[in-house]
């Protein structure tokens, strides 16, 4: 369930970034699904951020709000998680986090998913708060 949330977050952040006017607080509207999954520590961008805090979330670090940015406790929760795997705790994602953190880098953090009558209500419910 925790899951789902997490990338139906995401989903929303990028369809809003899409329809909005540009912002300082809003994710990038070039940040899509396919550049988050394909996102690897060679890069350093928004979308490095979102696939590193999905897969904190689901190591059971919370990032806090899935946001795509690199804010203290994206860096608190990594920190920990590098702690944790016996890492240097720098809170910066290097390779040998990466490699802790998406044992399969290939495997997409998200994925398209149309909310149906027949999903639990609650799963409905949560995705009407978040417009």
């Excluded at 060679?42 to 940015?69: H, M, T």
């Excluded at 910066?92 to 044992?103: E, H, M, Q, R, V």
Aim: aromatic share 4%.
């Amino acid at each position: 369930m925790i899951r789902l949330v997490a990338a139906l977050a995401l989903i929303s952040i990028t369809a809003t970034a899409a329809d909005a006017a540009p912002s300082k607080s809003r994710a990038s509207p070039d940040l899509t699904s396919d550049s988050i999954n394909s996102a690897g520590p060679e890069s350093n961008d928004a979308a490095l951020i979102s696939k590193a805090e999905v897969l904190l979330d689901r190591n059971r670090f919370s990032p806090g709000q899935i946001d795509s940015k690199n804010g203290e406790n994206f860096r608190k929760a990594l920190a920990a998680f590098q702690q944790t795997r016996k890492l240097n705790p720098t809170g910066k994602i290097d390779t040998d986090t990466w490699n802790a953190l998406a044992p399969d880098p290939s495997a997409p953090v998200l994925r398209r998913y149309t909310i149906c009558r027949s999903d639990p209500v609650g799963v409905i419910a949560s995705v009407r708060e978040q417009h």
